[in-house]
């Protein structure tokens, strides 16, 4: 590495060019960056849940698309707003990707009397009625037909909706803005539109992680640039390490695209992330220089010395925070695994920008003329030393109380609560979660879940015994915090009801399989259309339930009673096959999932770079010893959320894993130096003094740094954005504290014997 | 409507008695002409066999075996199998005068009395959850009222092992033509004028439906279709449609068989549709 380092520096020219052209032709591909915010893509094409989920969309084709609900506050009984829903579907109908628009006027009702029967549009032909007399028939049609109430219009007949579903393969991400513009065209005159619905949010979500890239990252260079400005006081010590830091971006993001992975909620931090993470090299590599061109020592000589000096621990920094990052190949989730390799891509790349780019524009330039850092960074050097001496005074002390806080947080760890909501993600005071709160005041919720009966033979769905057990199931979904079911249950009992002249006392099962056969071909003879109630032959259908998702909570808890009564009611092995298969349990499975992952994960991090430590600097103390600020650091942070009140959701069980990932390298940095200077007299006060004033120095910063540069986060669009942007920045304060303060109380309290063994860099 | 159901089975595969004035025909001529052999096919009384077997766009499949009876400007269609709607009959009254409706009744045999159907969509809606419309069974979607038709030219159709040649004829909807699908191409036989082949396109331009001949035969010394593929693309079912019997009765069917009123008393043996 020496060599390359030499090579760089004499050839500096060419090592500029090499990199430059390697920054341009990452820089094309991410022209090409796709975005992605769709949860199902979230989890690995063959996991079981996204299998079934696959099975049960060729079944019974996909159920998702974009919702806008008309309200009204008086009703929606009126010509005027008929007419927009009866335009707007007809817009709708004309977008390419469009497979169904459901409105109030073209929803089919079944209309039975003594002689004839027939299945129809709510309002003929679907077009809004214009008298009065067709008004109150068309009133009266659809809000006494339970299948529409909650469905597509509301019980107070002030809120209609309009239901457009997407071609399987739609754009959704092409779509929505033309819906939304049609949308836009028909506000006014009364009415209130919103826009809802899965494809929709994911696009909204596209958009705002788009928007808040194009605020935040240069809002990040700004604080970076203004850090940097304060430690160095020179225009190369702000621009050399923003080069490098922006290098790093490209390169990861570059690499991203070229490995197919897209942009998601995730992954767009990752840019910001390195912006504070790889910037510490360069600090620390600078610092050394500037140290080494104030002792004197000649130029082409202060970059060798600096770059032998720091190539130890910025390989070391650099390889145990990619290790931390690339822990999360364990994850649950495919964005957390991208996110993972990206973001060790992007360390790793600023690593080597560190060790060879910094000594090749170093020797471009002209020696910096270095002011008095003593004298500069006074307050910050008192400060210090101050807490040196607190430290090297009261040793046990620090430990002590060190040790009562982590068991405080620990003791809350079990408060914590998982929460990984859209509503939580995207926070209460976002646009859709609000339109969300008040649209399922109206209708039946948002969430839907769908349970599959499989007879397995052909007619199987028109026993009686199956249609009166999917009934029994629908009852206890209503007891259970279910809003509205669909099935062919309600189908069958009307059509029934219907064929008797419209006789409430038909509204059941008929007990004879043959009459449900002929009542649902009399069914589809009038016309209507079973949609996903059951499969061509009848072999199998599904129970849809609508219901309001509140929380992951709530949608685990539901998923569980179901689950609880499925296994009671239909054992494994029986004949009738009866299983979850839309989105609650694919929700659910990540809830549960993710998190387990994301522990096993977490403990695998923890592992993986302590490993790492005690490899590079050759003694398991030293790894042991390195651990304990990321176990403490690991645990205040979830004891904060936990006594705060915050949430475990996708974004804050990164904090821990990004909080190791950063903080090892406070203690790798400290005890090397620490060790360094004890190397020389074996004093370990004066090791520390001079450990606290160098090193602690370069902490302190760079944890300021990285802390300020996720703290830019808090102008996210996102609530779990902002959230994770202060957690991480409250996490590198509270990691730096831990490194500064923890490490050198053992340190001095026992100096362990690999303090003056196994010199981990030649010519210490 | 009774136009669309007496033709089920004869507008596809009807036989032209002569190969009229074959040269230099307008399109409207050969619509027109295909339309009034399907009409001479009608005439008289016919019983027929036929066989729906459907592909279902989620993958399962099923079959359905109809006997049919019919009479100018009345139709019965009696369900065979599957055995669960076993006597169930669909019986369509069709009306000469303009702009009066078909009128439709279900006798389902459990329930024991026919209800008449008044859906305003049953022409759209699936016969008998195939991948066909009633509209699709019928004639040219309102043929030259709601369409402009010209002639492409003439190409060779192969059905089974015959090769066939078929005038190829576009059809666009008229400007404010209320139709399903505003265009349509249509191959029919030079020869005997029946269709050999159709394609329907919805209002965004796609491929909605597609009719196909696979086998053809003989009736009456005319050529006719045997068994036709129909598909839905937009749905992504099919129903492959197969005659298996097509006759004259001894005697005409007396119109009384087709009374909503006597359809509990419809003799399915008496018409060997049933043993």
Redo the contacts between chains.
């Keep these: 590495m020496s060599r390359l380092i030499r090579l760089a520096v004499d050839h500096p020219i060419w090592t500029i060019v090499i990199t430059l052209v390697l920054a341009v032709g990452l820089a094309i591909p991410m022209f090409h960056m796709t975005q992605e915010t769709d949860f199902r893509e979230f989890l690995d094409d063959d996991d079981p849940i996204i299998v079934l989920l696959d099975e049960a969309e ?4 996909k159920s998702w698309g974009i919702m806008v609900m008309l309200f009204n506050e008086d009703t929606i009984f009126n010509e005027t707003t008929l007419t927009k829903v009866e335009q707007m579907t007809d817009a709708f ?2 977008l ?1 990707g469009i497979k169904n628009v459901t409105t109030p006027l073209n929803s ?1 009702t079944i209309v ?1 009397s003594a ?7 709510a309002a ?2 679907g077009v809004a009625p214009t008298t009065p007399e067709e008004m109150d028939i068309f009133r009266t049609r659809v809000l006494e037909d339970e299948n529409l109430v909650g469905g597509v219009i509301s019980e107070s007949g002030q809120a209609a909706l309009i239901n457009i579903e997407l071609e399987v393969g739609a754009d959704d991400y092409a779509l929505t803005p033309e819906i939304v513009e049609i949308v836009d065209s028909y506000r006014g005159d009364g009415d209130e539109l919103y826009i809802y619905g899965d494809a929709y949010f994911d696009t909204v979500m596209a958009e705002e992680m788009e928007s808040d890239i194009a605020l935040l990252f240069p809002l990040a260079i700004l604080v970076m640039v203004a850090l940097l400005f304060a430690s160095f006081m020179t225009i190369r010590g702000i621009l050399v390490p923003i080069a490098i830091v922006l290098l790093s971006v490209v390169v990861a993001m570059g690499a991203m695209v070229l490995l197919g992975f897209p942009m998601t909620t995730m992954s767009f931090i990752a840019p910001i992330l390195l912006l504070a993470i790889g910037i510490a090299d360069a600090i620390h590599v600078l610092n050394r220089y500037n140290e080494e061109i104030a002792k004197g020592t000649p130029k082409r000589q202060a970059i060798l010395n600096t770059m032998e000096e720091m190539k130890g621990p910025v390989v070391m920094t650099s390889l145990t925070t990619a290790a931390g990052f690339l822990s999360l190949l364990t994850a649950f989730m495919v964005p957390q695994r991208h996110f993972g390799i990206v973001t060790a891509i992007g360390v790793l790349a600023a690593m080597v920008f560190s060790l060879f780019l910094i000594p090749a524009i170093m020797s471009l330039l002209k020696e910096p003329r270095v002011r008095d850092l003593s004298k500069g960074l006074r307050p910050l050097t008192r400060v210090l030393m101050g807490f040196e001496q607190v430290i090297a005074g009261h040793r046990k002390t620090v430990l002590v109380v060190a040790l009562i806080i982590f068991g405080v947080m620990l003791a809350g760890i079990p408060r914590l609560r998982v929460e990984t909501s859209n509503e939580e993600f995207l926070g209460k005071d976002h646009e859709a979660v609000q339109i969300l709160d008040f649209t399922s005041e109206y209708f039946s919720g948002d969430m839907n879940l769908l349970v599959e009966f499989d007879t397995g033979h ?2 199987g769905l ?1 026993d009686p015994t199956v249609l009166n057990a999917m009934l029994d199931f629908e009852t206890f979904l209503l007891e259970n915090g279910v809003s509205k079911t669909f099935s062919l249950t309600t189908l069958v009992r009307q059509m029934n009801e219907r ?1 008797n002249a419209d006789d409430p006392a038909f509204y059941v099962i008929p007990d ?4 449900i ?3 649902l ?2 069914f ?6 079973l949609g996903n109630m059951a ?3 009848f ?1 199998a259908g599904t129970v849809m339930g609508m219901y309001k998702m509140e929380s992951s909570g709530n949608v685990s808890r539901l998923s569980g009673v179901i689950q609880d009564y499925l296994d009671e009611h239909f054992p494994e092995g029986g004949d009738l096959r009866v299983r979850m298969i839309g989105a609650t349990v694919l929700m659910d499975r990540m809830f549960t999932q993710m998190n387990q992952s994301q522990l096993v994960g977490l403990a695998s991090t923890i592992a993986a770079v302590t490993v790492l430590v005690m490899i590079l600097m050759g003694s398991v103390v030293a790894g042991l010893i390195a651990a304990i600020p990321l176990i403490l650091t690991v645990t205040v942070s979830m004891g904060i959320m936990a006594y705060t009140g915050q949430p475990l959701d996708m974004m804050t069980l990164m904090v821990s894993v990004v909080a190791v990932g950063i903080g090892v390298d406070y203690s790798i940095h400290f005890i090397s130096r620490f060790r360094s200077e004890y190397r020389t007299d074996q004093n370990a006060d004066r090791a520390l003094q001079k450990t606290i004033q160098t090193t602690g120095r370069g902490i302190t910063y760079n944890a300021l740094t990285v802390a300020l540069g996720f703290f830019i986060l808090i102008f996210a669009s996102f609530k779990g954005i902002r959230t994770f942007g202060w957690q991480i920045a409250l996490t590198m304060v509270v990691s730096a504290l831990s490194a500064i303060s923890i490490i050198p109380a053992i340190l001095v309290q026992w100096t362990p014997k690999f303090l003056s063994r196994y010199p981990w860099k030649r010519g210490a | 409507m009774l136009k669309k159901l007496s033709t089920l089975g004869m507008t596809l595969f009807s036989v032209a008695l002569l190969s009229l004035a074959a040269v230099a025909l307008t399109a409207d001529e050969i619509l027109d002409q295909m339309d009034a052999e399907a009409d001479a096919l009608a005439e008289g009384s016919m019983i027929s066999i036929i066989r729906f077997d459907n592909v279902y766009s989620d993958g399962t499949t099923g079959s359905n075996l109809f006997g049919s009876l019919s009479i100018p400007n009345r139709s019965l269609i009696y369900f065979i199998e599957p055995t669960d709607v076993l006597g169930t009959v669909f019986l369509t009254h069709d009306f000469d005068e303009v702009g009066v409706d078909s009128r439709l009744w279900l006798f389902l045999p459990l329930l024991g009395l026919p209800k008449e159907l008044v859906s305003e969509e049953e022409r759209g809606g699936s016969f008998a959850g195939s991948s066909l419309s009633y509209s699709d069974l019928g004639d040219r979607n309102g043929g030259d009222r709601d369409y402009d038709s010209v002639l492409l030219g003439e190409e060779s159709i192969v059905v089974g092992d015959l090769t066939r040649t078929a005038y190829k004829i576009e059809s666009t909807a008229k400007p404010g033509a209320d139709v399903d699908n505003p265009r349509s191409i249509i191959w029919i036989d030079t020869e005997f004028f029946i269709m050999l082949k159709a394609e329907a396109y919805n209002d965004l331009g796609n491929l909605a439906t597609t009719t196909e001949s696979l086998e053809l035969g003989e009736f009456e010394g005319k050529l006719t279709m045997k068994v036709m593929l129909a598909t839905n693309h937009s749905e992504g079912s099919t129903t492959t449609i197969s005659f298996l019997e097509q006759r004259r009765p001894d005697v005409d069917i007396p119109a009384e068989t087709f009374l909503p009123e006597n359809l509990h008393a419809f003799d399915a043996a008496f018409w060997g549709f049933i043993e």
């Design positions: 060729a079944r019974y084709g109908e004309q390419p089919q039975g002689t004839s029967i027939s299945v129809k549009k003929p032909g052909r007619d028109k064929f004879q399989q043959n009459m056969s002929q009542l071909l009399l589809t003879f009038s016309g209507g259309t499969l061509g032959d072999s």
